[in-house]
């Protein structure tokens, strides 16, 4: 079992800048494929990014390409998201999600992601 705890979120101006992290539980971090997704109110979830086991596999939802960074320190089993230049379309819930294999790409909820964080709110303002 892996719990997944996300933290980072809040309120910034259109245009600004914020990280969003993740710490998970277990020893074996390194194993999974870990990811970002966002939900907006009314709307359903989408994937944003995935990093690989190793952190050398990233992949990216074509609107975030250029803006979004995730990166990993499986050291202190930790996930991040650097997101750059925000939009207030991109408010949102944004989760935490690890999947049980390390090959990075996408990843799709109901079908291959295993665990979820509780989510953290960030809020861009026009």
């Known amino acids: 079992q892996v719990q997944l705890v996300e933290s980072g979120g809040g309120l910034v101006q259109a245009g600004g800048s914020l990280r969003v992290s993740c710490a998970a539980s277990g020893r074996t971090f390194s194993l999974y494929t870990m990811g970002w997704f966002r939900q907006a109110p009314g709307k359903e979830r989408e994937f944003v990014a995935s990093i690989g086991g190793t952190g050398g596999s990233t992949y990216y939802t074509d609107s975030v390409k250029g803006r979004f960074t995730i990166s990993r320190d499986n050291a202190k089993n930790t996930v991040y998201l650097q997101m750059n230049s925000l939009k207030p379309e991109e408010t949102a819930v944004y989760y935490c999600?690890?999947?049980?294999?390390?090959?990075?790409?996408?990843?799709?909820?109901?079908?291959?992601?295993?665990?979820w964080g509780q989510g953290t709110q960030v809020t861009v303002s026009s």
């Open positions: 999600a690890a999947r049980r294999s390390g090959g990075g790409g996408l990843m799709i909820p109901g079908y291959d992601v295993h665990y």
